[in-house]
């Protein structure tokens, strides 16, 4: 198990789950200073830490990697950009079908880590107040042969 399987495969759950994949327009990786209006809603998986959790004989480690997702809707109406509507995905809509793909897949993420745990950190407003995002923080706890 590497930290590049467990991004490639956390990228992979969402972009084939068919709930996302019916309204969500860019699955992003990595940091990205500026997002343009036509392609909200997205999401960014950003990598936070690779942390060193124990030393096993021989050359196996045990690593927690955190992982920041970041959905976020461009909608004017404060109402639909938080709870959305019929027809409008709001941001407490993105974030219950992001856990449920990836929960989907608990606990290993079909056998690419040991463990995670997902918790929805933060909920904000962008600056103009045209649109909302989320930070979902996901800590992975895996193995590697170094």
């Known amino acids: 198990m590497t930290a590049e399987d467990i991004i490639t495969q956390l990228k992979t759950i969402l972009t084939n789950d068919t709930t996302l994949k019916a309204y969500i327009k860019a699955i992003f990786?990595?940091?990205?200073?500026?997002i343009y209006g036509?392609?909200?809603?997205?999401?960014v998986i950003e990598v936070i830490s690779d942390r060193l959790i124990q030393r096993y004989r021989g050359n196996i480690v045990e690593n927690n990697l955190e992982i920041?997702?970041?959905?976020?809707v461009q909608i004017s109406d404060r109402d639909k950009a938080l709870i959305g509507d019929a027809t409008i995905k709001g941001i407490i809509d993105v974030i219950g079908h992001i856990k449920t793909a990836i929960n989907s897949q608990y606990p290993s993420l079909n056998k690419k880590c040991l463990y995670f745990d997902l918790s929805t950190e933060e909920i904000g407003d962008f600056p103009d107040l045209n649109g909302k995002y989320a930070v979902i923080k996901m800590n992975v706890m895996y193995r590697e042969a170094i």
């Not at 990786?29 to 500026?34: A, E, P, T, W």
Request: proline share 12%; net charge neutral; glycine share 6%.
């Open 29 to 34: 990786v990595g940091d990205r200073q500026r």
């Open 38 to 43: 036509d392609t909200f809603p997205c999401i």
């Open 68 to 72: 920041n997702i970041i959905p976020a």
